[in-house]
């Protein structure tokens, strides 16, 4: 579940090699925040090879700049990102070219989309952002459960509804985005437990 929504147009760039025409029409920017709007576009128009350059490049700039709070949105965009079904259906590419991140392979992408959370994570925590906690907790919990890891991914369900509670605490008048059908946050995220038969 991906929440970035930005996209600006100005002058196109044209990438040539692995990412061949599939960079067309994305305008160039040296600005982190816009890069990752980017990044929706082409994860919506199912390129995923250079919306991890993007991701890449964003965090990159991030840290040079000592954003925290753009550093944990592009974590938290690229944990997403390695956990996606575009990425999976593309899995035998990546198996022959790899990805960006050389550390990161199809085997282990999931345990890196956890860590890029985790990374996040403790930067929202030092930032007392409940809300954003919540948030990844809830997508640690999908995470986890692709690994076939039920018993932390109803943990991580379970620990996303408290970080949620505390944020409702705070901000009583706070309106989270939930699916429709749903009445409230909490009451999707019980929903998802039952799903995945957690207890």
Known sequence: MTTSKLLQNSSVILLSGLLGCSAMLIPETHDPYKKLGQVVFLMNSGR???????????ISIF?????KTGLAWAYDNYAQFLRSSLVTA????????GFYNHDISMENRLDKSIEYFEMAKRIYE????????????YNMG?????????????QAYDQSITAFKENMRRNPDAKPAI???YNNFEEYILDCKKRAGCR
Not at 63 to 67: A, F, G, L, M, S
């Open 179 to 181: 699916p429709k059908g």
């Open 126 to 137: 030092q930032a007392d952002k409940p809300d954003m906690i919540s948030h990844i907790y």
């Open 63 to 67: 840290e040079k700049n000592e954003d």
């Open 48 to 58: 995923p090879i250079p919306a991890e350059k993007l991701i890449l490049e964003s």
């Open 90 to 97: 593309r899995g035998q590419q990546y198996a022959k070219t």
């Open 142 to 154: 999908i995470t986890y459960l692709l690994m076939n890891k039920d018993a932390l991914g109803c």
